[in-house]
């Protein structure tokens, strides 16, 4: 079985400032991991994904994500927030590629002038 | 290229009534999901079509909830009679033959009264 467990319902940070948003999860078989992002309104959008291969994945609008498996963790990071980061950050982890996704509760991002 | 669409984007109903809600996958995609956010909770997986076939169902709640995907199409998910813990976000995703990215649509927000 896979779960995740995104640590903060809530993170503020100021514009410019790092961003960093914690996932950690639980896997039986080597986990497929994923963050999604959702702006008001909107569906989910796959911001990065881990398979297989190098750790420290890039995906769109400056955001990366390392896996570690020695911590179990997947966090999402961004050097500089801009105010359009604004939004719910969802990490999530499925056995392979097809199968259900375990979500996490889903981190709202806060992002000030 | 369109992405999933759904209908309706809301719907308030009262408990005891039927609602029927509708997904349209990206054109070709064969794997059609249907995932669930109550208030305050995490994304849910409920189900997976491949083409017409149920492959995996193991989230539907109860038999309350009747999915079907007729001709491997478009998707419909009905709750009936609906009850208040039915209340959510209804998200549905599709992916194509690689199954390497589960594509959003903008969800389904369902109000039982």
């Known amino acids: 079985a896979q779960s995740v467990t995104q640590l903060g319902s809530h993170v503020s940070v100021s514009e410019g400032a790092l961003v960093l948003l914690r996932c950690n999860y639980s896997?039986?078989?080597?986990?497929?991991l994923f963050w999604y992002v959702q702006y008001p309104n909107q569906g989910l959008q796959l911001l990065l994904k881990?398979?297989?291969?190098?750790?420290l994945v890039k995906g769109i609008n400056g955001f990366e994500a390392e896996f570690k498996k020695s911590e179990t963790s997947f966090h999402l990071t961004k050097p500089s927030a801009h105010m359009s980061d604004a939004a719910e950050y969802f990490c999530?982890?499925?056995?392979?590629?097809?199968?259900?996704?375990?979500f996490g509760k889903g981190t709202s991002l806060l992002v000030t002038p | 290229e369109a992405g999933v669409t759904q209908f309706p984007s809301h719907s308030v109903i009262e408990k005891g009534q039927t609602v029927t809600l509708r997904c349209d996958p990206i054109s070709g995609h064969d794997n059609l999901y249907w995932y669930r956010r109550v208030m305050g909770k995490e994304i849910k997986f409920l189900l997976h079509?491949?083409?017409?076939?149920?492959?995996?169902e193991s989230g539907m709640p109860n038999n309350r909830f009747l999915a079907e995907r007729t001709g491997g199409t478009y998707s419909t998910l009905k709750v009936q009679p609906a009850e208040l813990e039915d209340s959510g976000v209804y998200f549905c995703a599709s992916s194509g033959p690689l199954l390497e990215t589960q594509y959003f649509g903008p969800g389904t927000r369902l109000l039982v009264l």
């Open positions: 881990y398979t297989t291969g190098a750790t």
């Open positions: 079509f491949v083409k017409e076939s149920k492959q995996d």
């Open positions: 896997s039986s078989v080597p986990p497929y």
């Open positions: 999530a982890v499925s056995a392979t590629f097809g199968y259900a996704l375990n």
